[in-house]
């Protein structure tokens, strides 16, 4: 049963990337940017809280698990291809040096995070359902105004109060008027960071395909659960800035070229630092044994460290970035409702480490 299934995940995978490491690559960036978007189309723009955190569980639990159990292992210890001898060469500079790398790419993803914050006036970039609570409620409020406005012009006392009215609109018109501005400023900085997290993505595709078939597969299906609810919230961010849904959706589009613009600068990484020149070789030659030719006189290359870097910036999206969204409780909700909802969240982050335990376990990662 385990063998019949080794063997269905290998036929999908093989299906999905038949080509080399560097058409694997741009196939699976394709993959992450085009069909999530897609799905845009048929996403309301007042999709449920809910179901929103739902599909945000099973993204980290996706996440999590291609950090775990495919990145962070072949950092280490690399890849095992087929029944070959596997030999795995201990030298503890080398892996300072990658362990460094992990560090790296996590505190880029700091800097990048904390700057658009600073930006945006302290507002997070990597909300998802905090936007559409945020987004509901602002809807609320909108209507809320017009129903007590409607009753207000009914009365007497509102006609004999015109003027006072009219300060007071021109006051709100202005605080929303800077609100609006605050939001389209929230909007476009949201976007910028779409298209930087795109290219993060778009390295991770090159490195996971260079590293060996089963690692860039896994860490395709891993991104694409992530980009769902990702750019279901950036969408979500862009319709409450005013912007159509046409316009939301053509501005994704055009921020998922940062996710191929990432893909061609590792594959160039790739090529310049392990010399890959044959576009049919599926496979990675071994590492020359020979450490002064590495950094820091290690036998880590270059490519070895993009590897890790994406683990560190996956770590930190699923951990600092999304995870605190989910400690989020909705007091208006009844405790009852509030646990079931929380059970479910359990569930969906326990099925995506699943998924990609399975994966590995059947890849033999």
Do not use: C
Not at 133 to 162: F, L, P, V
Request: proline fraction near 3%; charge should be negative.
């Amino acid at each position: 049963m385990e063998n019949e299934s080794n063997r269905i995940t290998k036929q999908v995978f093989s299906f999905l990337f038949p080509g080399s490491p560097r058409v694997n690559s741009l196939l699976g960036t394709f993959y992450i940017s085009s069909i999530p978007n897609f799905i845009l189309y048929f996403v309301p723009p007042d999709i449920q809280p809910s179901s929103l955190n739902s599909l945000v569980s099973f993204a980290v639990g996706g996440l999590l698990g291609d950090v775990f159990l495919h990145l962070l292992p072949h950092s280490f210890l690399g890849e095992n291809n087929d029944d070959e001898v596997h030999f795995v060469q201990v030298e503890e500079r080398k892996n300072v040096v990658i362990g460094s790398a992990i560090f790296v790419g996590l505190s880029l993803f700091f800097v990048i995070d904390k700057l658009m914050r600073v930006a945006n006036g302290g507002e997070g970039e990597h909300s998802h359902a905090h936007d559409m609570k945020e987004y509901k409620h602002e809807h609320r409020q909108h209507d809320d105004m017009g129903k007590t406005t409607a009753t207000k012009d009914n009365s007497s006392i509102i006609r004999q109060r015109t003027s006072a009215n009219k300060v007071m609109n021109e006051e709100k018109n202005e605080t929303s008027k800077q609100q609006s501005n605050s939001i389209k400023l929230s909007a476009y900085l949201n976007l910028i960071a779409d298209a930087t997290h795109n290219f993060t993505d778009g390295l991770a595709m090159a490195a996971s395909f260079y590293s060996s078939p089963s690692i860039g597969a896994t860490t395709t299906v891993a991104v694409f659960f992530h980009e769902i609810p990702h750019e279901i919230g950036v969408y979500a961010i862009l319709i409450q800035s005013g912007f159509t849904k046409r316009r939301a959706m053509l501005s994704q589009f055009i921020t998922a070229i940062g996710a191929f613009l990432g893909t061609l600068a590792g594959i160039a990484i790739e090529e310049y630092s392990r010399g890959v020149h044959d576009s049919n070789n599926n496979t990675k030659d071994m590492v020359d044994i020979n450490a002064s030719e590495g950094i820091f006189g290690t036998g880590v290359v270059l490519s070895d460290l993009v590897i890790p870097f994406t683990a560190g910036g996956f770590l930190y999206i699923a951990t600092v970035g999304v995870i605190p969204e989910l400690l989020e409780i909705n007091g208006e909700l009844s405790r009852k409702i509030r646990l079931k909802q929380a059970m479910t969240e359990f569930l969906a982050m326990f099925i995506g480490i699943s998924m990609m335990a399975v994966i590995a376990w059947n890849e033999g990662v």
